[in-house]
């Protein structure tokens, strides 16, 4: 099949100029991105470069990729991978029924037999009967978009493997059809919470961020942006408790989305401190696991 011409995307060059400038229309969309998150965007857009996020879950990776559509005001394409997806659910699978509906209809038409009416498949074999998945979608899409492949960690290496070619040449093989060129080079964020190892081959086809918690300022600075009517010093006792938190030896250390969580209880609750009753009702909502919790208010009841 002939390549299509990919179209160049002045606007987003134009938008995604600096990295200053980024993270300033990062935080309008209420991410407050670093300067090295806001640069490495930055780059991404400028040289058509997928972006690989890792860090603990609850860091923002996920995020990133829809503040960063809503920034850009374009659509969000979402694959969100998981153990046993193949390439029906990521990149194509051919819509069976339709094929069979429109053989019978034909057989019906002509009064020929089957293998005269598919033209040794070419009749069954087009883009009409094709059903395009997350990543075929980005690529074929008639507007720019954002490809979120969220926790690629979780699939094997053999699907793994798929993404390739999308993400380096911006196309898909599909046997029956041949090549399935981009109209636009999509914006991709992949993420990952390091449950294993990517290939080498993934990570060349990429740029690396990795996001980890943050700094308790930035952390307050969160607090505050999304619970506004939360007090400072209520706000800097929460952050404190959970940095507390993460230092300890737990199985799942309680990240930013929980942090808010928290955040926004105190102030449904109009909690003016944070007590022991309350941290230790909070940490339900911190903690995700019961031999966490007990751990966690043990060590907290000796630092009383």
Same mark, same amino acid.
């Given at each position: ?28 969309? *209420? ?10 965007? $930055? ?74 009416? %598919? #033209? ?6 087009? #883009? ?7 990543? @075929?979608?980005? +690529? ?24 390739? #070619? ?7 093989? %599909? ?45 307050? #600075? /969160? ?6 009517? @939360?007090?400072?010093?209520?706000? $800097? ?22 942090? +808010? ?18 941290? $230790?009702? *909070?940490?339900? /909502?911190? @903690? ?12 907290? *009841?000796?630092?009383?």
């Amino acid at each position: 099949m002939t390549a299509e011409p990919i179209a160049v995307d002045d606007v987003l060059t134009e938008l995604f100029s600096d990295g200053d400038r980024v993270g300033k229309l990062l935080g309008e969309q *209420g991410y407050l991105a670093d300067e090295r998150t806001a640069g490495i965007v $930055s780059l991404a857009a400028r040289l058509g470069k997928p972006v690989l996020v890792e860090g603990p879950a609850g860091t923002g990776k996920t995020q990133l990729a829809k503040s960063v559509a809503a920034m850009a005001g374009r659509r969000l394409v979402r694959l969100q991978c998981y153990e046993g997806i193949d390439e029906s659910k990521a990149l194509y699978e051919w819509d069976y029924r339709k094929q069979l509906l429109w053989i019978q209809a034909a057989r019906d038409e002509s009064g020929f037999n089957a293998d005269a009416i %598919v #033209e040794n498949g070419a009749g069954i074999f087009d #883009e009409r009967f094709l059903l395009s998945r997350p990543m @075929l979608e980005a +690529i074929r899409s008639d507007e720019p978009v954002v490809l979120l492949v969220d926790e690629v960690d979780r699939v094997d290496a053999e699907t793994e493997a798929l993404f390739l #070619e999308v993400l380096a040449e911006h196309q898909v093989s %599909v046997p029956e059809l041949g090549q399935l060129n981009a109209r636009h080079i999509p914006l991709v964020f992949l993420t990952s919470n390091g449950t294993r190892d990517l290939s080498e081959a993934l990570k060349r086809r990429c740029l690396f961020l990795y996001l980890d918690y943050p700094t308790a300022e930035r952390e307050r #600075e /969160i607090v505050r942006q999304h619970v506004p009517g @939360l007090t400072d010093a209520l706000s $800097s006792e929460l952050v404190a408790l959970v940095d507390t938190l993460r230092r300890m030896d737990l199985k799942k250390p309680p990240s930013v989305s929980e942090t +808010i969580d928290f955040a926004q209880t105190l102030n449904l609750l109009g909690s003016s401190e944070l007590d022991l009753s309350t941290a $230790s009702l *909070g940490l339900n /909502i911190l @903690l995700k696991y019961q031999e966490d919790i007990r751990a966690a208010s043990a060590a907290l *009841g000796r630092r009383r």
